[in-house]
């Protein structure tokens, strides 16, 4: 008895040592992460402090201007008049703030109410003096294909007054309605769409003698075969039909003095596609691009056009393809296509069958100059060739656009055009309380050259009756023959202004608040002001532009200021803030706030 009850004595005392050096530990552990927490926050704080002095003088115009700004709505914008808006991001005035700049734009002031279809901006140097970029709002049921691209080409050339060529990877193209970026980079080029046609497997991309108007993607395609897609043109290449790997190029050009010579009564049906190298398959590969004719098999006589070699070739002619042995071609209600044995150029060319009056779908699109108060309101409207596809990507497009319909009027249906000689009449048939049109309300679109798809257009100058018109909607009939039912194409823009509300809650607390996070956060390092925007759900194109901003807002105070534009506190920034592991920036708001 006496044995057992010694035992368990034993037994008890070990059990509690064991809790007991378990707690401590856990104490241990506890205390240790503490020291690690307390060490980190203060070497931040120690980080922040160096780079404080080298602040200061900045923070207290940045002090100035956060005070200025809630006395200082409408904000100004530079004085512009043209399709595309110049954007000077060279300015040294700590009185200018890039307003037209237009990621800068949508920093600082969001989403419009109502707006454009999408957005074209171009970051390329013209060969003068000045650095400039351009942006276009773009209107219209349209998606940015090669015709859209080219018009914004020449609208640089135009503005700039220069033979400066601008490719398809200096352009940014921003789709408003489905919330799209179609960032398109040079150092990218493999697998994605780019401005330059690749000689062979060692061209450099930064040879600037390439060709460069057209979209080509580019890609090593193995004996297994592969496929390539760029702007609704798809190339598919079975297995066993290259002898070894091969560098393959596929895509548009809208280089003109490629374009087949026409007679007076044909149309080019399709983009020019351009499939590269020229050379010979073990088997046929199926090549497929869009076409514009309606009724195909009824009213037109359809010819498939091919120029031989490659496109750096000038001396070569164009030749009808005849569907052998060797090339088969399939012409359905919206593509066309080929299975082939060797690449070259292709396009689709047609005319009106004898007796018969042939028709094409074309589509109007405008092209407009960014809204500014008490200013010009240019429109230019383009007629290009509609190019539908029955995918399953573009009956989803179709269907968004459909449900947009509902909402916005700026979405019309495609215009068919007879062979017929009539020209296309567009009208300025509303515009809002405070604008007046410069000009005829009548224009007219000439009618050989929708048909020979050389993307004609037709310009409206609008200018303000008052000043200080902050909306303007205009709308747009257009038809080819009067008795027709009219389309419409509505345009509409509207300047949106911030209320800052978190700083009429504190102004004075939310002032210093930010001062203090922008002393910490505009010094460069792993957890900067580059980790807060990625984290709060800015664009990788947006994060780049805040790094090359070169001007008296600083980056940190730009997203802090949208932010709080948006209605949001700075306290709602702390989860952020601590996932970066920024407890200093966590204390700022701490210590002010709670």
Sequence with gaps: MGNSKSQSSVLIATLIIAITALILSVGVVVFLIYRYLCTKSKRYKSESSDGESIQIENNNRTDDRITQDE??????????????DMRNTSSGSSEQYDENDHVAHHLRFGVRSIGPQFT????????????????????????????????????????????????????DIINHRQKKKYILERQNAID??????????????????????????????KKAGGDLTVLGVRLEIPYGALEEDTHVTLGITWDSSLYPQLTKSCTMLSPVVV???????????????????????????????????????????????????TCKTEISKYQVVLYLNHFTLYTLIGESLEGRTAVKAVKLLAFTTPFQISRMFTVRIYCINNYEDDSAEMKNILKSSKELNEKQADVPQPLFIQDNGEDILVSLS???????????????????SVWNSLSPSCKFLIHPSGHSERKIVCEFTYSQNPSEKERTLKVSDEYIEISPLALKRHPGTQRKVMKDLILKLDIKGERDYRLLAEKIGYSFEQIRWLEQQNCPKSPTEIILEK??????GLQELKPHLHQMGRLDAVSVIEDKFI
């Design 120 to 171: 074209i901006s171009i970051r390329k140097k013209a060969n003068t003096s000045i650095s400039s970029d351009e942006t276009a709002n773009v209107y219209g049921h349209v998606q940015p294909d090669s015709q859209v691209v080219a018009i914004a080409q020449s609208y640089y050339k135009e503005k700039t007054n220069s033979v400066d060529i601008v490719g398809i990877d200096d352009m």
């Design 563 to 568: 932010w709080i534009g948006d209605g949001r």
């Design 192 to 221: 994605r769409p780019t401005s330059l046609l690749f000689v062979n497997p060692q061209t450099s991309c930064d040879d600037n003698n390439l060709p460069q108007q057209g979209a080509f993607v580019h890609r090593l395609v």
């Design 71 to 84: 006395h200082d709505v409408p904000q100004r914008r530079k004085d512009t008049d043209s399709a595309i």
């Design 430 to 448: 509303k515009l809002s309380n405070g604008w007046q049109n410069d000009g005829n309300m009548c224009q007219m679109i000439d009618f050989k």
């Design 275 to 325: 499939c590269q190298p020229s050379i010979q398959f073990l088997k046929p590969v199926k090549l497929s691009f869009p076409h514009s004719a309606v009724s195909h098999e009824k009213d037109w006589k359809l010819f498939v056009y091919y120029r031989e070699n490659d496109i750096q070739e000038t001396n070569t002619e164009w030749k009808k393809l005849d569907s052998d042995e």
